[in-house]
């Protein structure tokens, strides 16, 4: 971002006075080789979400602050940010989601958060483990936003928590917000995991490419009233946000199972040979 765009998003405000880019927050800087080497961490500690924010903060997208202002100065996102400031409280109150109807995307996600043992506070705190300074912009509410929508991602597409569905989401996730982060760790880690599984007939990069293609077809998520829509049904939503079922991916598993490969396995991985080269 040149000097005189960042000015310009400095003197911006929304109606209640908060501005669109807080003096004091740092530039951005493109860092691609300490990228790949958080990845290449990544792929061996995937349970390691501080390394997510690290490798997209070395890779930040040109389109970032244009995507910030168009929906926080818009009339949908002053409205989201008054009914929805902070989204884990929403996400996190399990008891107030399931008085939603049985089938609801809100029994979907306390069903998927439950048993995967995760909670929305959960990963705020992996957020800021990273020590990343806040300020009070609208920066900082898109930011957190789309940190607090990961996991709904995960129950609207039908991707599992296993290392080709992490992939997934983050590949439909570039679709929705294009990112190169979302690219190095989508693909290069679908390029792992084929790597991984060599001779099988498992179609791993058709499934990320699939999940790509539903990002990029799909309305945002983040500028969708989120109280509103986990109140319906899930299917109903799926189809309301053109998210089609995952054959793709749903196809892996079952060749993996037939295969006697276990798809949860591949989480402790180590980076492709080509990475660990571009890291030295």
């Not at 890779?59 to 995507?67: G, N, T």
């Not at 992996?126 to 957190?144: M, S």
């Not at 080709?164 to 983050?170: I, R």
Request: aromatic share 8%.
């Amino acid at each position: 971002m040149n000097r005189s765009a960042r000015d310009d998003y400095t003197r911006m405000f929304a109606a209640d006075g908060t501005v669109l880019l807080h003096p004091d927050r740092p530039g951005t800087r493109y860092r691609p080789l300490r990228a790949v080497h958080n990845f290449q961490k990544l792929m061996k500690d995937k349970e390691d979400t501080a390394l997510v924010f690290k490798i997209f903060e070395s890779l930040p997208s040109a389109s970032f602050m244009d995507r910030v202002r168009d929906l926080t100065l818009s009339e949908r996102g002053e409205y989201l940010r008054e009914t929805e400031p902070f989204l884990p409280e929403i996400l996190d109150d399990h008891a107030a989601l399931r008085r939603t109807p049985k089938g609801s995307l809100a029994h979907a996600y306390c069903d998927f958060m439950e048993a995967e043992g995760l909670s929305a506070a959960g990963l705020v705190a992996e957020f800021d483990r990273v020590g990343r300074p806040k300020y009070p912009d609208l920066v900082e509410w898109f930011i957190n936003r789309s940190r607090d929508t990961h996991d709904l991602f995960h129950v609207l597409t039908g991707y599992g928590r296993d290392a080709l569905g992490e992939q997934c989401v983050l590949l439909f996730t570039h679709g929705q917000a294009p990112s190169q982060g979302h690219l190095l760790i989508g693909y290069a880690g679908a390029a792992n995991i084929a790597k991984m599984t060599k001779g099988s007939k498992a179609p791993v990069f058709g499934a990320v490419r699939q999940a790509h293609r539903t990002g990029r077809g799909a309305p945002p998520l983040i500028s969708q009233p989120i109280r509103k829509l986990i109140e319906r049904p899930l299917e109903e939503v799926r189809s309301a946000l053109k998210i089609p079922e995952p054959d793709r991916y749903r196809a892996c598993h079952s060749i993996w199972r037939a295969e006697g490969i276990d798809a949860y396995d591949l989480l402790a991985s180590k980076a492709p040979a080509e990475l660990e080269l571009l890291a030295a």
